[in-house]
C-alpha cells in the first residue's frame, strides 16, 4: 500500500496513485485528517483531501485507505474511502473503535507505540466483536527510551510479526516510514519486514519527498520504490512468501 502520507493537490495525489499503481501496489494511501504532534503544523484537506483521493484511486482502479480521527468525521470519510484507518493515538479510544466496526468498511488498526501485543489484539477484538471481520493490523513503529539517532522515533518490532502469526488468523502489514521516520533506511526495514514474513508493508511516497507537506524526513520517490517493490519480491520468493505492497 503507497501513497503520499497526505493529499496535497491533485496533481500530487494522482502523479503518486499512478506511480504506486506502476510499481505494483494494490492499494492507495494518503490523508485528508492528519493528527500532529504540534497544533500549528499542516493539518490536512480535510473533505477536499478526500475527493483527491478517491478521484486518483477511482483514476488507477486501487482501493484506498485513509485515516478518521473523529466519530464526528466517520459518515464523511466512509463516503470516499475503500478502508478505514485507525491511528495509533486512537487504538485504544473503545467508543471510536465499536463506531468505526459498525460502518462495516475494512479497517486499518495501527498499533499504539506504547501497546504490547496483548492491548494491540485487544483493541482489535472490539472491532470484530462487532461482527466485522475485515481487519489488517499494522505494526508502525514502538517507543524505546533510546534510538540511534533524534530523528528515529520509534523501532519496528519485528518480533511481534511472528508472535502475532502464532496465535491470531488476522493479517499484518508494517509501516517502515513512519517507524523509522528516516528516509535512507526505509528500503532496508521493508526487506526486513518481508524476511519476518510481514503479509504487506505500508509506505509514504511522493513526487519531491523533501518537499511534502507533512514528514519530508520519511518519504520516498518514485524511482527508490519502483526498484524497492522488485526487490522485496524477490526477498519474497526466496523465502516462500507472496508479497503485497
Known sequence: ????????????????????????STGLRGGAFKPRTSPYTFQGMGEEGLKLLRK???????????EVL?????????????????????????????????????????????????????????ILLEGNNKLILCERGVSVPH??????RFLIDLQVVPA???ISHLPIVVDPSHATFWRP??????????????NGLMMEVHPKPKEAAVDPLQAIDYETFGSLVIQLKEIGKACNIDVGN
Request: glycine share 6%; charged share 20%; proline share 4%.
Open 70 to 126: 473523529d466519530v464526528e468525521d466517520l459518515d464523511l470519510v466512509c463516503e470516499y474511502t475503500d478502508m478505514i484507518q485507525i491511528g495509533a493515538r486512537n487504538m485504544q479510544n473503545f467508543p471510536f473503535l465499536t463506531a468505526c466496526a459498525k460502518t462495516m468498511k475494512p479497517i486499518m488498526l495501527k498499533r499504539h507505540y506504547g501497546a504490547s501485543l496483548r492491548d494491540w489484539l485487544g483493541a482489535a477484538e472490539y
Open 56 to 66: 486518483a484511486g477511482d483514476m488507477v482502479e486501487l482501493p484506498i485507505v485513509t
Open 1 to 24: 500500500i503507497a501513497g503520499p502520507d497526505s493529499a496535497e493537490t491533485q496533481e500530487q495525489t494522482i502523479e503518486t496513485a499512478l506511480a504506486a499503481k506502476e510499481a505494483g
Open 185 to 198: 533506511w526505509v528500503p532496508s526495514l521493508a526487506k526486513a519486514c518481508v524476511a519476518v514474513g510481514s
Open 164 to 166: 502475532l502469526q502464532e
Open 147 to 152: 534510538t540511534h539517532r533524534s530523528t528515529s
